[in-house]
């Protein structure tokens, strides 16, 4: 079988309170992106281009509904007003796969 990679975000969501926060990871999938658009359009909301932020909370809220992660019957508006903070688990990564070293140095010119 070949391995494949999914595109459709990997996420790290935050909920509950600063000092004991609550972890969730979901890896998205089609399903998810497509309730977005549908929803979206249905709502009136922003595209994804210009509101980031919601469309990273509402695909994480529908990934954890359909992992059974939280109860079915956590409306979107909850999920939003408890979430504290969404994190894309695959942005961190380079285009070999690896972390980031943010330490990087510049380029020396040559003498």
Do not use: C
């Not at 509402?58 to 109860?71: K, L, N, Q, T």
């Not at 939003?80 to 380079?94: F, K, R, W, Y």
């Amino acid at each position: 079988m070949a391995d494949y990679k999914i595109t459709s975000p990997h996420l790290r969501v935050l909920r509950g309170s600063l000092d004991a926060p609550e972890v969730i990871e979901v890896q998205t999938l089609n399903p998810d992106l497509i309730a977005w658009d549908v929803t979206r359009a249905k709502h009136k909301w922003p595209p994804t281009t210009e509101a980031p932020f919601k469309w990273m909370t509402f695909v994480a809220w529908h990934a954890a509904r359909r992992e059974h992660a939280i109860p079915a019957e956590l409306t979107y508006e909850a999920w939003e007003a408890s979430t504290l903070d969404v994190q894309n688990m695959d942005a961190d990564d380079d285009e070999e796969g690896g972390p980031v070293d943010p330490t990087r140095g510049a380029v020396e010119p040559d003498s």
